[in-house]
């Protein structure tokens, strides 16, 4: 903003001094007043490019110790499949040794295996049950292919099932993003506000502040914007968000 009030000096200095006609300073204007939408739209994109940036980080890094507890799982179930093995081994070869001794062949009575708490957790643990990561996994997709109202469904389900899991404050950070996407700010602001009151130790809560105030913004609530802005600025000095708050301000 600083820099086109020079501009627009300069222009209105050349008009004076004759240097340039009025149609050209208007056609020049024009031109300025579209390098700033431009250059909001840049900050905007830039904002959230970085926001995306550090999910896919973050989701590199959950990968990689989920990854890590998936093969120590397999290797415990590996450990007890081995176990029941070598008990059925054990087993037969008993049968085989009363048969071959003249034990001869005796009914078998049915008996509760020792292990028969184990094998009811385990069928407990193979029913079908939800899993969290593939759902914010295709919500976030949804996200980045536009089709922010698929993505909103699956966020809100998200949180509504998975209010305590680690990616919850992610969930609800994207879930603005969808309705910034739509445009919608009006419901964008309540969802970038629930980041902070109910995740306020959140790593999205600077991003949530920034597209919080560009909501007020877009919405004509400047007062409320400024104070956001200058809220970041203030309290996150070395933010990301910090540099583009503070160029905001100077519209305000």
């Not at 700010?185 to 502040?209: G, H, N």
Request: aromatic fraction near 8%; glycine fraction near 6%.
């Amino acid at each position: 903003m600083k820099h086109s009030a020079m501009i627009l000096s300069l222009l209105m200095l050349l008009l004076t001094a004759g240097c340039a006609s009025r149609g050209e300073i208007q056609t020049m204007q024009r031109q300025l007043d579209f390098l700033e939408r431009s250059s909001v739209q840049t900050q905007d994109r830039i904002v959230l490019l970085d926001s995306l940036y550090r999910d896919a980080v973050e989701r590199n890094i959950t990968q990689q110790a989920d990854m890590k507890l998936l093969l120590a799982d397999l290797l415990d179930k590996s450990n007890i499949v081995d176990g029941r093995l070598t008990d059925i081994e054990t087993r037969v070869a008993t049968i085989l040794n009363r048969m071959d001794g003249g034990a001869g062949w005796q009914t078998p009575t049915t008996q509760v295996p020792a292990d028969s708490t184990t094998d009811s957790a385990a069928t407990t643990e193979a029913l079908p049950q939800i899993d969290a990561n593939k759902m914010f996994d295709n919500a976030f997709t949804d996200l980045k292919a536009g089709d922010y109202d698929l993505a909103i469904m699956q966020f809100q389900e998200y949180i509504a099932l998975f209010g305590d899991a680690e990616l919850t404050d992610d969930a609800q950070y994207w879930l603005g993003e969808c309705y910034y996407g739509k445009k919608d700010y009006q419901k964008a602001i309540p969802e970038f506000v629930k980041v902070e009151k109910s995740y306020p130790k959140s790593d999205r809560l600077v991003s949530a502040l920034y597209k919080l105030a560009r909501s007020y913004q877009e919405v004509g609530e400047k007062r409320k914007a400024r104070a956001v802005f200058e809220r970041i600025v203030k309290d996150y000095p070395e933010s990301f968000e910090a540099g583009p708050a503070g160029e905001r301000l100077k519209e305000l």
